[in-house]
């Protein structure tokens, strides 16, 4: 298994500010992810943090509202840029180490 | 385009009281089927993933089972410390990110003493 650590652990934003949610993982893994969670939905991938390139988006997110840095193998960045109330989410990191583990989340509300 | 749905979407069990959760899936070529529990607060917390259609693993009270469109979770004997939300998901074969997972919508349990 992997311990995965992520800061803030929640946090209240206002409108129109952006937040920048770490991920921190205690050994080396190839492959790290982000996932958002909305209120009463299930899990879904924002993007692949890629270690030494541009991250891999899906489909329906974009660098430019969901910036993520991969500097080295145990660490990740996930910002909210411009945030509305409609990101009011959990945004999970996880990572494959065997198999897919997530950190305990950043529940972030906006106002 | 993938498809995972779990049911029921609640059950309140006694203690002692065994029961199943389903999972049913739409998936081009799976590549393994996860389950996760998910304490309030929590980030998900990985428990199985099976491979094959037959495939089976037991921890603890949990049993999971796998067919070629569905899953279980069979929960033995619960306690009130089994009170979660149980979430199952689905990894295709289509070219898609490796950390892709398309999960469900999430099966609440509670288990009263």
């Known amino acids: 298994s992997a311990v995965i650590s992520q800061k803030p652990s929640r946090d209240i934003c206002q409108r129109g500010t952006s937040l920048t949610i770490q991920c921190q993982v205690d050994?080396?893994?190839?492959?790290m992810f982000w996932y958002r969670q909305q209120p009463g939905q299930s899990l879904t991938l924002i993007a692949t943090a890629n270690q030494g390139s541009e991250a891999t988006y899906e489909s329906g997110f974009v660098i430019d509202k969901f910036p993520i840095s991969r500097p080295n193998l145990t660490f990740s960045t996930l910002t909210v840029s411009n945030m509305s109330p409609e990101d009011s989410s959990i945004y999970l990191c996880?990572?494959?180490?065997?198999?897919?583990?997530f950190g305990e989340g950043s529940r972030l509300t906006v106002l | 385009e993938d498809q995972v749905t779990q049911s029921p979407e609640a059950l309140r069990l006694q203690e002692g009281e065994s029961s199943s959760l389903n999972c049913s899936y739409t998936v081009s070529g799976l590549r393994g089927l996860f389950w996760y529990r998910q304490d309030p607060g929590k980030g998900p917390e990985f428990l199985f993933t099976l491979y094959s259609a037959g495939e089976e693993k037991e921890k603890e009270r949990l049993k999971a089972t796998l067919t070629k469109k569905e899953s279980f979770l069979h929960i033995t004997a619960p306690k009130p410390e089994d009170s979660a939300t149980y979430l199952c998901a689905a990894r295709d074969a289509g070219g898609t990110s490796y950390g892709k997972l398309t999960f469900g919508q999430g099966t609440i349990l509670t288990v009263h003493p």
């Open positions: 996880s990572v494959e180490n065997g198999e897919l583990f």
């Open positions: 050994s080396q893994v190839t492959m």
